[in-house]
């Protein structure tokens, strides 16, 4: 019994971040997976603050295609997770069992968990680990998407201190690989490359042993093509373009296919009861049901790039990024394999009180366009001000390099803005709202400073330069 309430019953599944059980909640009298979480491979004690991450990040997004989570309890020194418990099984297992999906019966799949994944980009998360296990069937078809174990707000430093790239390495996007941080972008080719598993019956690339190979392919070599995959191959293809910004995103993925597939049907098997969640039950084979296979609007999805496009990519792989990269998924796969064929504070000078940091220089509103180009969105100014925090709060010539010329001298140069940055620990941030009228960014956040547990609300005034944006300062 867990916390006086939660019946474990038997283990489920097992992965690289903890053990799943079948338990009842005994209070509300319903069957729920019970997770222990926060042990990673090797270790002897619990990593509390992925724990408790996890759980945050997977409530914050109230979605009818996530796993709901109902609790997180501390019990004899382990946290672990209450989580909706699904009866059926997972993606992966379902090819296993079946070989290759039809288009026309996993459009639904794509449509649910492309809308699940665009709420979690809604709120500044990233998942970083979308892979077919990941992805659950239940026995009246519906998809939910599961295990934020790594994901991060997309601010969150926490995961990217440590030097790891995370994630399933037959689904790594290219960018991940050469050990950028994830983005939103990046999480549409992991779903790209789970949809081409499902369709072509097994991973877009053969990983095994040889990750070093393996990684090399994904950030150098054109992406695998489908043979088949009927109406939903150009949509895959356009999915796993080496250069992120040419993806569509998760919202433009959900309306490409949701005219076409107006009930979520799964062709998959009822797991016995009470044996879902990670989806270790027998499957028995059904008969796909018959729809029309969505149409996919072309001019509503960016063109697929040719290889070409992304030499500064492998100039960048050649250069020694990817090298870097791949030892770092090594590395992380000996910590976490779980048998997949894996800020803000823009100123230097330190806070007085604990409170609102240093003011900086303001100018008139910027204007939303530049060049004619479409004005930002919320989700571009969003990921600009969490790559900025991660790259600010882990080395801060990185994030001083994301200041505007005059914001750096308002910084105190880099001397004085290190002298800040440098003593920032343990970043957290709680939100993250753009204003593409304003080109601003707001957000609070929280962290270690001397000593002290400081929370501050900030707004970023931000500049376009390219395809990118500046800090010009705050407001």
Do not use: C
Request: glycine share 10%; no cysteine; charged share 20%.
């Amino acid at each position: 019994m867990l916390a006086d309430r939660y019946e474990l019953d038997h283990e489920i599944g097992r992965g690289g971040m903890g053990a799943v059980w079948l338990g009842r909640d005994t209070v509300l009298s319903r069957t729920v997976a019970i997770k222990q979480i926060g042990m990673t491979h090797g270790s002897v004690a619990p990593d509390l603050d992925r724990a408790e991450r996890e759980a945050h990040l997977a409530a914050r997004v109230n979605h009818q295609n996530v796993v709901a989570v109902f609790d997180l309890v501390d019990d004899g020194g382990h946290q672990w997770l209450v989580m909706e418990h699904v009866d059926g099984p997972t993606l992966a297992a379902l090819v296993a069992e079946r070989g290759a999906l039809a288009p026309e019966e996993l459009a639904p799949v794509l449509r649910q968990i492309a809308g699940a994944l665009a709420a979690a980009h809604e709120h500044g998360i990233v998942h970083r680990d979308v892979k077919p296990s990941n992805i659950l069937l239940t026995s009246d078809g519906t998809a939910k998407l599961s295990d934020f174990g790594v994901a991060r707000a997309q601010a969150d430093a926490a995961l990217t201190q440590t030097g790891l790239v995370t994630g399933s390495p037959a689904y790594l996007s290219p960018e991940v690989a050469m050990g950028r941080n994830a983005t939103s972008a990046s999480d549409v080719w992991s779903l790209g490359t789970a949809m081409f598993h499902a369709l072509a019956g097994h991973a877009p690339y053969d990983i095994g042993d040889n990750v070093l190979g393996g990684m090399y392919r994904i950030v150098n070599e054109e992406p695998p093509r489908l043979a088949g995959g009927g109406a939903l191959a150009p949509l895959v293809e356009a999915m796993m373009q080496l250069d992120p910004e040419a993806r569509p995103t998760m919202a433009d993925i959900e309306r490409a296919v949701s005219d076409a597939v107006p009930v979520p049907v799964v062709a998959g098997a009822v797991a016995t009861a009470g044996e879902g969640t990670v989806a270790f039950a027998p499957l028995e084979p059904a008969d796909p049901p018959t729809l029309a296979a969505p149409p996919l609007p072309p001019a509503d999805l960016p063109p697929p790039r040719t290889h070409r496009d992304s030499g500064r990519n492998r100039r960048l792989w050649v250069a020694g990024g990817g090298v870097v990269a791949i030892m770092a998924v090594v590395l992380l796969i000996a910590l976490t394999r779980d048998g997949d064929p894996a800020p803000t504070t823009p100123s230097a000078a330190e806070p007085s009180t604990g409170q609102t940091s240093a003011s900086a220089s303001q100018s008139p509103d910027p204007t939303p366009t530049t060049d004619g180009q479409a004005a930002p969105t919320s989700a571009e100014l969003e990921g600009f001000a969490s790559d900025y925090l991660t790259a600010a709060s882990n080395d801060p010539k990185d994030g001083f390099a994301l200041l505007t010329p005059g914001y750096q001298d308002d910084s105190g140069g880099f001397r004085g803005y290190k002298g800040f940055w440098g003593k920032v620990k343990d970043l957290d941030v709680q939100t993250v709202q753009g204003d593409p009228d304003q080109m601003t960014v707001s957000y609070t956040y929280s962290y270690d400073y001397k000593g002290d547990r400081i929370t501050e609300d900030v707004t970023l005034r931000l500049e376009p330069t390219g395809d990118s944006f500046l800090v010009a300062g705050t407001v």
